[in-house]
């Protein structure tokens, strides 16, 4: 089964349009308030590699995660996220693939734009009977309760990293 999520939100920075370009390609700077990621990792290289897993509580299965890696690349006008794909022993994955843009706004200030596309992956049995369908229903719930909890969050993360009170867009 696969659920996709889309999250887009913009910033209005005090920072200049190379200090904002910087900020956007420092994952653990960006994302050191995303409470919601577990083991946040970065691997140095060319191109730096992304890691981290989403935490899942489902009732029935208790703490689960789905992890997820995607390729670091810089770009002109900031960096891009593009997700590979894994064959984890749990219960699924993510891919998680997005862009940061940076615009200068003028006097020191500038904009990001954000645009992640979040893709989640799950290994579920096939649904014969009633219950496996009313248990597939739950889990397919418990999945897209938890990327709207991410889309809610990362932007908040996000912001507060960066030092602004709010998302602008």
């Known amino acids: 089964m696969e659920i996709r999520h889309e999250v887009r939100f ?70 891009r996220l593009e997700g590979t794909p894994l064959e984890p022993d749990g219960p699924g994955w993510a891919l998680v693939s997005g862009e940061a843009r940076v615009s200068p706004e003028g006097a020191g200030r500038s904009r990001i734009d954000y645009a992640f596309d979040i893709t989640v992956h799950l290994k579920l049995p096939r649904a014969e009977r009633w219950g496996e369908r009313a248990l597939t229903r739950m889990i397919e719930f418990t999945a897209r309760t938890v990327l709207t909890r991410v889309a809610t969050e990362l932007p908040r993360a996000v912001a507060r990293a960066a030092g602004v009170a709010a998302v602008v867009a």
């Open 10 to 79: 913009a910033l209005a920075v005090d920072m200049t349009a190379a200090e904002a370009t910087r900020f956007a390609r420092d994952v653990p700077r960006t994302l050191r308030h995303a409470d919601f990621l577990a083991d946040l990792q970065v691997v140095a290289g060319d191109p730096a590699v992304v890691s981290a897993a989403i935490p899942v509580s489902a009732a029935m299965f208790g703490q689960r995660e789905l992890p997820f890696r995607s390729v670091l690349v810089p770009t002109a006008a900031g960096a």
